[in-house]
């Protein structure tokens, strides 16, 4: 039996946001680009879903950031390919993104401010917030 899609090809990503910052939203919205409809809805535990992207293989890990999810955030910082962090733009950097942040390093981090439709949205002061706070740039 041969696979159609070779191993090489196959991506693992983290979304971590806390609750109610848009991160399962954010990922319903990756799996429409990819063609793929979703029924996710609030999570509170991490929830795995996967996708097609161009010729690639996606399992996309949808894993909130509470303080009683570290057990969890630890396995699944162990098998992804990436991260996906996802911001408010008026929302505080808290401990939990920090030890997350350090916990994550050595994998692929990416930043993405959500909610921009808010009033008072501020991406510039998010973004110097990310480099001031983590490192990030």
Not at 66 to 95: K, Q, T, W, Y
Not at 101 to 115: D, H, M, P, Q, Y
Request: glycine residues 8%.
């Amino acid at each position: 039996m041969s696979r159609a899609i070779p191993l090489d090809r196959y991506r693992t990503i983290g979304i971590i946001a806390p609750i109610d910052s848009g991160k399962t939203t954010t990922t319903e919205r990756i799996l429409s680009e990819a063609g793929q409809a979703s029924d996710n809805g609030i999570s509170i535990s991490s929830a795995a879903t996967v996708c097609s992207w161009r010729d690639h293989h996606v399992t996309l890990i949808d894993t909130p950031l509470h303080l009683d999810a570290s057990v969890e955030m630890a396995r699944v910082l162990r098998v992804v390919d990436g991260v996906l962090f996802v911001f408010e733009p008026n929302a505080s950097i808290d401990a939990g993104f920090k030890t997350v942040w350090t916990k994550a390093e050595g994998i692929s981090r990416l930043c993405f401010v959500n909610k921009m439709d808010r009033p008072a949205a501020d991406f510039f002061g998010c973004v110097a917030a990310l480099e001031a706070e983590l490192g990030g740039t």
